[in-house]
């Protein structure tokens, strides 16, 4: 039962460009939305978070929105950079359980 | 502050043999995760530790595969006899009781021949 789903596989975007990652997710009691980013041959490592109660938390290029009556998020990368390069998983948690949705790759390309 | 320490990073093993990964989490983090990542999937509980006790251990194949944390710090993932479709990378990650993030390390790759 996939609790949060990713429904993009990869995304290609030019360098300078915004990139928009989506994600969905089934259980309203989750108490966190986090993005995580993975480099190949690395562990995942935290991005940005938002809480339930926001709606709304920006970091530098990244800002990551939740629309909790669709059950939605996404990440906004702006302007996008060649570094950025990586694949982007999704994550719900409920206390300190934590769910990933199966990572959409981005491309940035120069 | 070091981050989560894995071992070995790669493991190349036949079916039927046994494999330990090993992990120690961020100092002082209480709760540490076992995650199975298989390529094209997002990352996959097996078994969650708070302290020595085990908090959800309900996706982990319990025929073949056992963990512990004896100590409450650092923990060992086995797995006895392995099968093809266990080759996958084998991440360990910890929070602390403030963090609503887990942080994780590096990760084993194991592949099974």
């Known amino acids: 039962d996939q609790q949060v789903k990713q429904n993009s596989p990869s995304l290609s975007v030019q360098e300078g460009r915004i990139s928009i990652l989506n994600c969905d997710y089934t259980n309203s009691m989750f108490d966190y939305f986090l993005w995580y980013k993975k480099y190949p041959a690395e562990g995942p490592t935290f991005l940005i978070s938002?809480?339930?109660?926001?709606d709304k938390n920006e970091d530098g290029r990244f800002t990551v929105f939740l629309n909790k009556s669709a059950k939605h998020l996404s990440l906004h990368i702006v302007p996008s950079q060649p570094g950025d390069s990586a694949v982007y998983f999704c994550?719900?948690?409920?206390?300190?359980?934590?769910?990933f949705g199966t990572g959409t790759s981005l491309t940035v390309i120069p | 502050e070091a981050g989560v320490a894995q071992s070995p990073r790669y493991k190349i093993i036949e079916k039927r043999q046994s494999v330990a990964f090993w992990c120690n989490p961020i100092?002082?983090?209480?709760?540490l995760y076992w995650y199975q990542q298989i390529l094209g999937q997002g990352p996959k509980l097996l078994i969650q530790?708070?302290?020595?006790?085990?908090?959800?251990d309900s996706q982990l194949p319990k025929d073949r595969f056992s963990a512990e944390r004896l100590k409450g710090v650092d923990s060992t993932l086995k797995i006895q006899p392995a099968k093809l479709e266990d080759s996958a990378v084998y991440l360990c990650?910890?929070?602390?009781?403030?963090?609503?993030?887990?942080?994780f390390g590096q990760g084993t790759r194991l592949t099974v021949v």
């Open positions: 530790f708070q302290n020595n006790g085990v908090v959800d």
């Open positions: 100092s002082g983090h209480a709760t």
């Open positions: 938002i809480s339930s109660i926001k």
């Open positions: 994550a719900a948690s409920r206390g300190n359980q934590f769910y």
């Open positions: 990650a910890s929070s602390g009781q403030k963090n609503t993030e887990a942080f």
